[in-house]
């Protein structure tokens, strides 16, 4: 007798095929400080979802990432602190790969650029694209005025050093992009400069920016951003057509040729360029070819949140007839999760670092489960934590009640049990709603929650009593996006077969809701 819940698995496919490989780019954190929930539960959950739902369906995907070890915000935290700019990045490049390990989350390949041989190929990669625009007239030094920066400051202020107003939205912001917009911040309208040094100075500094291309488009760039996203695309450059190439600093990848010395290479732009074709370079024998060059089938997807999207998107804008380069298919944006209806912040001592829940000996698929419940889209959406914890017992007690309801699947027959029209039709309309969840841009992390737990409480409360195998075998599907691990051990109890292969089997089945101190005692710890 076939395997009634593969059958269906194949006839959604048929429905909504997924294409053979992927290759996902989450996060490019900035390494000055540590991982916190609310970078985990935007780019690193969702590309972690999508990875393992697209897999369900058949799917090869393959997740690379790596630290922008040469953004401004770590000058900014080695000016501050007195300690190395190369140690400070490749000390938290390491505890961030390490905490993604500890949450399980699959990662192929997590690149530290801030030395060393990563650093030459990323540098290579990107000089190469310089000097092929140069080539072709698309870098040009223009003059423009910037605040003076004081050692041990860089000398001119940008990014991480300076503070204004949004031109777009007129918010207090810092950085290379405002985090409510998400759109380009212009270093010489900002208005204060680290260090303060009472009034601040301005003085013409020439820097190198880059003619764009004209996919840089919303028409031509359609699919590639979520509608909602779509207006970084015309409003987000520095000028009409052109964008920042380079920047006074003492920490980066200096600007090639001696025509700037003392600058550095945006890493906003330029440095996601390079880490994009150094990491591509890294895995190209395992997907078979270049998966950025033109005529690659690989499809590949940038995740990162608002303040970071217009760099992967600019990056449409490099593009021409002599530029060997086929920029990311789909850009995953998101919104910012809050935590207590404020933004996580470990400067301001507001955040919760993965770190220690780890160390506190939190239930990993738990956390995972509740940062699904919350994981922001086009919304903001906040942790709030006596809601979330709350809900994080009754979420996992309804599924300790499914596990006890389907317990005879444990010791039952597959090939001789009865499976229910009723529950067939409900997990068709369950695995539909898994596969539509997930159709690139578009990444709905808590629905793919609300159809597991949906699929809990039905067959808790009684829903396909008499196929007790079939049900958990659905239930293990609709948790591996979620619990990978949990999700195989729950398959190997029903007959195994089913779900992708590279997981280990959790060792039991219990899951331990996220308690509400815990997190509280967490938030303490940063203070």
């Not at 593969?6 to 991982?35: C, H, I, S």
């Not at 025509?259 to 997907?287: E, F, I, W």
């Not at 086929?326 to 207590?340: A, G, S």
Request: a negative charge.
């Amino acid at each position: 007798m076939p395997d009634h819940v593969r059958t269906l698995l194949d006839e959604t496919v048929r429905e909504t095929p997924t294409a053979r490989r992927y290759l996902f780019f989450p996060g490019y954190l900035t390494p000055n400080g540590e991982l916190h929930l609310g970078h985990i539960a935007g780019p690193y959950l969702r590309a972690e979802i999508a990875r393992r739902t697209l897999e369900l369906f058949g799917a090869d995907v393959t997740t690379v990432s790596a630290s922008d070890a040469f953004e401004s915000g770590v000058t900014y935290a080695a000016a501050t602190s007195g300690e190395p700019a190369v140690e400070i990045a490749a000390h938290h490049t390491e505890r961030a790969r390490t905490a993604l390990t500890g949450l399980g989350f699959a990662t192929d390949l997590f690149a530290d650029p801030s030395s060393g041989a990563w650093r030459e190929r990323e540098r290579t990669a990107a000089i190469s694209l310089v000097e092929m625009l140069e080539r072709v007239g698309r870098i040009s030094l223009r003059a423009e005025e910037l605040l003076v920066g004081e050692p041990p400051a860089p000398s001119a202020g940008i990014g991480a050093f300076v503070r204004g107003a949004c031109s777009s939205c007129r918010s207090s912001q810092s950085g290379n992009v405002c985090e409510l917009c998400g759109r380009w911040l212009d270093a010489a309208a900002m208005e204060s400069v680290w260090p303060h040094d009472g009034v601040p100075r301005r003085a013409v500094v020439r820097s190198a920016y880059v003619q764009l291309s004209s996919a840089l488009d919303v028409e031509r760039m359609a699919g590639v951003v979520e509608t909602d996203f779509e207006y970084l695309v015309p409003g987000g450059l520095d000028g009409p057509a052109a964008l920042r190439a380079s920047y006074p600093s003492w920490w980066g990848l200096e600007w090639p040729g001696g025509s700037l010395p003392g600058h550095v290479l945006s890493s906003y732009v330029l440095g996601k360029y390079g880490a994009a074709r150094m990491l591509g370079d890294a895995v190209a024998s395992q997907l078979g070819s270049d998966p950025f060059s033109p005529g690659s089938d690989v499809v590949t997807v940038a995740f990162g949140g608002l303040d970071s999207a217009f760099g992967w998107l600019a990056l449409h804008g490099l593009t021409g007839a002599t530029i060997p380069f086929r920029p990311f298919d789909h850009v995953v944006v998101n919104r910012f999760l809050l935590l207590d209806g404020e933004k996580f912040s470990t400067s301001r001592r507001h955040a919760i670092r993965v770190h220690d829940a780890l160390d506190a000996g939190v239930d990993v698929d738990a956390l995972r489960l509740l940062l699904s419940r919350v994981a922001p889209g086009t919304t903001e959406t906040d942790l709030d934590v006596e809601i979330a914890t709350r809900r994080s017992a009754e979420d996992i007690a309804a599924v300790e009640r499914a596990l006890r309801r389907t317990a005879s699947a444990v010791t039952g027959d597959a090939a001789h049990e009865e499976i229910d029209p009723a529950a067939s039709r409900r997990a068709r309309e369950a695995l539909a709603a898994l596969r539509e969840a997930v159709v690139l841009p578009r990444v709905d992390v808590p629905r793919i929650a609300e159809t597991f737990f949906d699929w809990a409480e039905w067959i808790a409360d009684g829903g396909a009593a008499r196929s007790p195998i079939f049900a958990r075998r659905v239930l293990a599907v609709l948790a591996f996006p979620l619990v990978p691990a949990w999700a195989k051990a729950v398959e190997a109890g029903a007959g195994g077969g089913l779900l992708p292969s590279g997981t280990e089997p959790a060792a039991d089945l219990d899951i331990t809701p996220v308690p509400r101190d815990a997190l509280e005692s967490l938030q303490e710890r940063v203070r």
